[in-house]
């Protein structure tokens, strides 16, 4: 099991220095997860989630312990090399969408490729192909003013999976979006999954976390319980 272990945190702290106040927001965590998981990381606010999420995302570094992403030793890295990791490995989708407003949606997910220098008939390709699997392929030319919250969300998703990456974080994702929207948006990640795509999700609603298949819970920086749901056959 261990040679397709994608992310291997070992004693991982995170300190805040609030003034003269220290906030330890992470307590030495451990914590393994392999290629193809789906795993919903839940708590209560101040529970270290973000925290966490944002150092597997490498937007963060650890105060101390070790990350290793894919073998990498992230933990390590200087600025310039954590934002390749980021673009290359890891596929970003967030409560707020992030979406360029003044780019149309094709734009919006070739962006990432942009970033990694890739030739713009590419680019323009790959996006479209990313977009069509969102459900999005007659959308290519909207703003995302001209389009919903859902199919903005859909679109942030489609720009996560442009660069193939090893891993998508999804930071609450149905956090701006209502009932019926949120209940498509998870059936998407249920697909991305079945497709073999590993998926980290950070959410406090219960009915999210539900859709995960590995349910990690964070209290006061620890890791208090970390379940793995049966298949139902």
Do not use: W
């Not at 490995?89 to 070739?110: H, M, R, S, Y």
């Not at 999804?170 to 990640?189: C, H, Q, V, W, Y």
């Not at 999700?201 to 208090?224: C, M, N, Q, W, Y």
């Amino acid at each position: 099991m261990n040679t397709d272990k994608i992310i291997d945190l070992k004693n991982i702290s995170k300190i805040y220095q609030m003034g003269e106040t220290e906030v330890h927001a992470l307590r030495n965590i451990d914590l393994d997860i392999h290629q193809g998981e789906y795993v919903a990381l839940m708590g209560p606010s101040g529970s270290g989630k973000s925290t966490l999420m944002n150092i597997i995302g490498a937007l963060d570094t650890p105060t101390s312990g070790t990350y290793y992403l894919k073998g990498s030793n992230v933990s390590e890295m200087e600025d310039d090399e954590l934002a390749e990791i980021r673009n290359k490995e890891i596929g970003f989708v967030f409560q707020t969408f992030n979406l360029l407003p003044k780019l149309t949606a094709l734009e919006n997910v070739a962006l990432p490729l942009v970033y990694a220098g890739i030739p713009k008939k590419e680019r323009m390709q790959r996006a479209e192909e990313a977009l069509k699997s969102v459900g999005l392929g007659d959308r290519l030319d909207h703003k995302p003013n001209q389009l919903s919250g859902g199919q903005r969300q859909r679109v942030a998703i489609a720009r996560a999976l442009v660069n193939n990456p090893s891993l998508i974080l999804a930071d609450e994702p149905t956090g701006n979006l209502d009932s019926k929207s949120s209940e498509e948006i998870m059936r998407l990640f249920d697909r991305l999954h079945a497709e073999g795509n590993t998926i980290i999700l950070v959410t406090h609603e219960p009915d999210i976390a539900e859709h995960s298949k590995r349910l990690i819970k964070l209290f006061d920086g620890k890791i208090v319980s970390d379940e793995t749901k049966q298949s139902v056959s």
